[in-house]
């Protein structure tokens, strides 16, 4: 049996990953839907891994959606009132074991957020059951903190507030980087938001629930659970390198990930935002050395919904449909056609395989890559649940209340709005992003055909001397 620092790689199939989310269509929130993710998550148990010791995995965890009344409930125990729903964040930060390192760490983030003019208000020790966890793992288990920050008055939104959290959370991960500490590697923020709240590690599937006591608190509710068991193919196991991510969990690879990233940092000094403002430099180096490619995919992600793209607009950008073929050409409307066309001169596609799910909060979906390589099914059901994994039977429903049963098909994405209460139709969000700008009229007036352009006088002779040296 291979093994790589005592982990054991199935030998019939590289990447076994899980990925999989439960949430309601209107909106409703519930512990249940909670309860019901740490279900799924422990129902794709064996499509994770496990080392020499059967207690350690390569990581797992869950996304929700921000828990306001527990959130609530433990400020208060702290002396802290909350502001009102949207106008406060909590992050989860992984701290260094040291005392010496951890308390380097915490000055930083108090001082960035001075610094960007938010308030923090408290910071929450993060309860949690290690006595079941491998000892591979629980020696280098991060010390886990919450932080309480309120949003600064002069914030004319949400949105606006969720881009500063961007922008302070990369302010804070680029400087701790420069820390002369031998633990600094222990250093991540799982997620800084207003809007959702990660638990993850380096834990087994079904530990996840045991690990993190929070979730099992009957006033922490959500409309959505998005959960992961992962599979390290492309990095070795980390407690910050489990899934999901801050907007994404997937199941598969990038494997155009080292193109992805030099294009990512060539197009640096040409970035410009109306909405960032001079904050957009503050994020940079975006994509930092050593992350795994769906750390880096979720940070592109975030840039690009941070700019001003809505997510699934940045999706499609990040992970296109096959469009520029002659099969495609015949099946595409010319209007989607000339969004890909376009956006293709702004970003290069991140290729898989790979099944990608992903959320802001508000919305959450899936897509599946061109290549249309993993696993993605999902049903709804007439009582308005979706739920979409790796594959079906993680979560039993009554066959009566199923109404519809699918899979992903290549580049086609699953989307639900929870604002709208409702599932949007592959066609009808990509027909609406495609109208939305004259995409087509952009191309044609900006694109010269090298045929077109005016001969030069001299131009042929030069060309028939070319070919004679070369000859």
Same mark, same amino acid.
């Given at each position: 049996?291979?093994?790589?620092?005592?982990?054991?790689? %199935?030998?019939?199939?590289?990447?076994?990953?899980?990925?999989?989310?439960?949430?309601?269509?209107?909106?409703?929130?519930?512990?249940?839907?909670?309860?019901?993710?740490?279900?799924?998550?422990?129902?794709?148990?064996?499509?994770?891994?496990?080392?020499?010791?059967?207690?350690?995995?390569?990581?797992?965890?869950?996304?929700?959606?921000?828990?306001?009344?527990?959130?609530?409930?433990?400020?208060?125990?702290?002396?802290?009132?909350?502001?009102?729903?949207?106008?406060?964040?909590?992050?989860?930060?992984?701290?260094?074991?040291?005392?010496?390192?951890?308390?380097?760490?915490?000055?930083?983030?108090?001082?960035?957020?001075?610094?960007?003019?938010?308030?923090?208000?408290?910071?929450?020790?993060?309860?949690?059951?290690?006595?079941?966890?491998?000892?591979?793992?629980?020696?280098?288990?991060?010390?886990?903190?919450?932080?309480?920050?309120?949003?600064?008055?002069?914030?004319?939104?949400?949105?606006?507030?969720?881009?500063?959290?961007?922008?302070?959370?990369?302010?804070?991960?680029?400087?701790?980087?420069?820390?002369?500490?031998?633990?600094?590697?222990?250093?991540?923020?799982?997620?800084?938001?207003?809007?959702?709240?990660?638990?993850?590690?380096?834990?087994?599937?079904?530990?996840?629930?045991?690990?993190?006591?929070?979730?099992?608190?009957?006033?922490?509710?959500?409309?959505?659970?998005?959960?992961?068991?992962?599979?390290?193919?492309?990095?070795?196991?980390?407690?910050?390198?489990?899934?999901?991510?801050?907007?994404?969990?997937?199941?598969?690879?990038?494997?155009?990930?080292?193109?992805?990233?030099?294009?990512?940092?060539?197009?640096?000094?040409?970035?410009?935002?109306?909405?960032?403002?001079?904050?957009?430099?503050?994020?940079?180096?975006?994509?930092?050395?050593?992350?795994?490619?769906?750390?880096?995919?979720?940070?592109?992600?975030?840039?690009?919904?941070?700019?001003?793209?809505?997510?699934?607009?940045?999706?499609?950008?990040?992970?296109?449909?096959?469009?520029?073929?002659?099969?495609?050409?015949?099946?595409?409307?010319?209007?989607?056609?000339?969004?890909?066309?376009?956006?293709?001169?702004?970003?290069?596609?991140?290729?898989?395989?790979?099944?990608?799910?992903?959320?802001?909060?508000?919305?959450?979906?899936?897509?599946?890559?061109?290549?249309?390589?993993? %696993?993605?099914?999902?049903?709804?059901?007439?009582?308005?649940?979706?739920?979409?994994?790796?594959?079906?039977?993680?979560?039993?429903?009554?066959?009566?209340?199923?109404?519809?049963?699918?899979?992903?098909?290549?580049?086609?994405?699953?989307?639900?709005?929870?604002?709208?209460?409702?599932?949007?139709?592959?066609?009808?969000?990509?027909?609406?992003?495609?109208?939305?700008?004259?995409?087509?009229?952009?191309?044609?007036?900006?694109?010269?055909?090298?045929?077109?352009?005016?001969?030069?006088?001299?131009?042929?002779?030069?060309?028939?001397?070319?070919?004679?040296?070369?000859?």
């Amino acid at each position: 049996m291979p093994e790589q620092q005592g982990l054991y790689r %199935p030998s019939n199939e590289r990447d076994a990953c899980g990925v999989g989310f439960i949430a309601h269509i209107k909106g409703q929130k519930s512990h249940h839907i909670i309860q019901q993710g740490l279900q799924i998550l422990a129902n794709l148990t064996h499509r994770g891994a496990t080392g020499y010791d059967p207690k350690l995995g390569d990581g797992a965890g869950i996304l929700i959606q921000m828990p306001d009344a527990f959130m609530r409930k433990e400020a208060s125990k702290l002396g802290v009132t909350l502001p009102a729903e949207g106008h406060y964040a909590v992050g989860t930060a992984f701290l260094p074991q040291s005392k010496n390192g951890r308390e380097a760490c915490e000055t930083i983030i108090q001082r960035i957020i001075h610094e960007e003019k938010q308030t923090l208000l408290a910071w929450r020790d993060v309860p949690r059951d290690n006595r079941n966890i491998a000892d591979a793992a629980k020696e280098v288990e991060p010390v886990m903190r919450q932080v309480f920050i309120a949003r600064d008055p002069n914030l004319a939104s949400q949105d606006a507030f969720e881009r500063k959290l961007f922008v302070i959370r990369k302010r804070i991960e680029n400087e701790v980087r420069h820390l002369q500490l031998d633990d600094k590697s222990q250093f991540y923020f799982p997620s800084l938001s207003s809007r959702t709240i990660v638990y993850k590690g380096m834990l087994l599937a079904n530990e996840v629930g045991v690990y993190y006591q929070d979730l099992n608190d009957e006033s922490m509710v959500s409309a959505l659970a998005l959960v992961h068991q992962r599979f390290s193919t492309n990095t070795f196991p980390a407690w910050d390198l489990a899934h999901p991510f801050r907007m994404i969990a997937h199941n598969g690879e990038i494997n155009t990930v080292r193109g992805n990233i030099n294009w990512m940092t060539a197009r640096h000094e040409s970035m410009r935002s109306a909405l960032m403002g001079e904050d957009l430099e503050k994020v940079w180096p975006l994509i930092a050395e050593g992350q795994s490619d769906s750390a880096a995919f979720d940070n592109a992600l975030e840039l690009l919904v941070a700019g001003g793209y809505s997510l699934p607009h940045a999706m499609m950008m990040l992970i296109p449909e096959a469009w520029s073929n002659e099969s495609a050409n015949k099946l595409m409307d010319a209007d989607r056609h000339a969004f890909y066309e376009y956006h293709a001169a702004l970003m290069e596609p991140w290729d898989g395989p790979a099944a990608v799910a992903f959320t802001d909060g508000r919305m959450i979906g899936a897509t599946l890559d061109r290549n249309g390589l993993r %696993p993605a099914r999902y049903l709804v059901t007439d009582d308005d649940y979706v739920m979409m994994a790796s594959e079906m039977g993680v979560l039993t429903f009554p066959q009566e209340r199923i109404v519809k049963k699918w899979r992903l098909q290549p580049g086609k994405m699953l989307l639900i709005d929870m604002e709208q209460g409702r599932i949007i139709d592959d066609a009808e969000v990509k027909q609406q992003l495609a109208q939305a700008k004259p995409y087509k009229q952009w191309i044609e007036k900006s694109r010269y055909f090298l045929g077109d352009l005016p001969k030069v006088e001299g131009e042929l002779e030069l060309n028939e001397n070319l070919l004679d040296t070369q000859q």
